[in-house]
């Protein structure tokens, strides 16, 4: 088939099995199995090839793969750092222990082939190709969702969230929990296109957003995400696209303004913070002090670090350095002590931004913000929040009632992370279920 253009090396696929409605895209029945959506998709394709939805499949030649181990055989490591801990960063012997597993042992396959056991498809959206993952649920009044990753990450973090959510009876719910799921990749991540202009920032990805899921003939749905994802999602509450009934997050932008500003300027807590309170300001003072460098340096100059583009070690290493708890979790899975990612959910993020050459088009998303990293947009619409203890700080009850308006759900978890979705994916399967059921009705 034609190689499309703006998708690099990677090939479309249109041997799905479709319906006789579905038949002028070529999109797999189960897509279609609500008859009002088969017709949405099939007057799109009539009406402007522009807004065609065309099916994906992820694909990469044998070649690629054996450059990529070639690279990484021929690293050239730096000296052991200095300090018994992670202070410094990613500790050599964990980058090496990811190297050599990443050649001898890691098969891209597997995670090449649970991203095309789900539907794939790209449609252009504001004159860029958006890639998203479309499953529909067998249950008939399943709630759609849009699902939103984040930076270091990619739709290899959502995986683990789509049976649970759109076969919610065999994963411990109830059929009225079912979900048709929805999970982009973000402009100039994994296989969307990457912007050649700027201004795709979390506002734009937000319209972008609205508009997949009119195009896709949604009338009502919910939407989630963490890190970008979550900022992404406030947006989208606070444009209120038509449909947009309520999201959730879980990485609720909460801090006060006053007390953000004091974390910026590492000033002490403030005298009037509760106990809670004061955990959660230490931690926003210690990103802002320690935890946030790669985001001033993105921020300022995305394009400087090219070495992304040029070592799949060098890309790990900055990758793996996102905050410092997620660090000290991925050291553990490659000291053979998993708990909640493995070597092999680690390498399979890592690898998909190396085989799509996405280190800086992905980076630039920093420099393109210009909304605060832990301060609320300003929205109405019901939001439900999932606060885990190993997040950049644990939000407390109080700053997110203050912070958002319409409070419909909030669980303050008891393990769990930065990347919920990929670390804790059962607990935060629980959370969207519980958090958003109010919206069903």
Not at 56 to 77: G, V
Not at 161 to 174: D, M, Q, R, S, V
Not at 291 to 316: E, H, N, T
Request: charged share 20%; proline share 7%; net charge neutral.
């Amino acid at each position: 088939m034609k190689k499309m253009p703006g998708l690099d090396r990677r090939r479309f696929c249109g041997a799905a099995v479709a319906t006789v409605a579905a038949g002028a895209l070529g999109l797999p029945s189960l897509l279609f199995s609500d008859r009002s959506i088969a017709m949405s998709a099939v007057a799109q394709s009539n009406s402007s090839e522009k807004f065609a939805i065309r099916p994906f499949n992820a694909s990469f030649p044998e070649t690629e793969l054996a450059e990529l181990r070639r690279r990484i055989s021929a690293t050239r490591f730096p000296d052991r750092e200095t300090v018994m801990d992670n202070s410094q960063g990613v500790p050599l012997e964990t980058t090496q222990k990811l190297a050599k597993y990443w050649v001898t042992e890691y098969d891209w396959r597997d995670c090449e082939a649970r991203i095309n056991a789900h539907p794939n498809f790209i449609t252009e959206i504001d004159g860029l190709d958006i890639h998203f993952i479309h499953a529909r649920s067998k249950h008939e009044n399943a709630l759609p969702i849009i699902i939103t990753h984040g930076w270091p990450g990619s739709i290899v973090e959502q995986l683990k969230l789509i049976e649970p959510l759109t076969n919610p009876t065999a994963h411990g719910g109830k059929e009225s929990d079912a979900f048709h799921v929805v999970i982009p990749s973000i402009p100039g991540y994994g296989f969307s296109g990457k912007p050649t202009a700027t201004g795709w920032n979390p506002p734009r990805i937000a319209r972008a957003w609205g508009t997949l899921m009119e195009r896709l003939g949604y009338t009502k749905y919910v939407a989630q995400g963490g890190d970008w994802g979550g900022l992404i999602v406030e947006e989208m509450a606070a444009l209120a696209p038509k449909g947009l009934v309520g999201i959730h997050t879980n990485f609720p932008r909460v801090v006060p303004p006053d007390v953000d500003k004091a974390a910026q300027s590492g000033a002490p807590a403030p005298a009037d913070l509760s106990a809670e309170e004061k955990v959660a300001y230490e931690r926003v003072k210690d990103v802002y002090a320690k935890g946030i460098a790669y985001g001033f340096q993105l921020g300022l100059r995305p394009q400087s670090v090219s070495a992304l583009a040029d070592s799949p070690v060098g890309l790990a290493a900055y990758l793996l350095d996102h905050d410092a708890l997620s660090l000290a979790l991925i050291v553990r899975a490659f000291d053979g002590e998993p708990t909640g990612l493995t070597r092999d959910d680690v390498l399979d993020n890592l690898t998909l931004f190396w085989l799509t050459n996405t280190g800086i088009s992905s980076a630039r998303l920093y420099w393109e913000n210009k909304l605060p990293y832990f301060q609320a947009s300003n929205f109405s619409l019901p939001v439900a929040v999932s606060a885990f203890p190993d997040e950049l700080y644990p939000a407390p009850r109080s700053w997110v009632e203050k912070a958002y308006r319409n409070v419909i759900f909030y669980n303050k978890q008891e393990i769990g992370g930065h990347f919920a979705a990929w670390e804790q994916p059962m607990l935060l399967t629980q959370d969207i279920r519980a958090g958003l059921s109010s919206l069903r009705s």
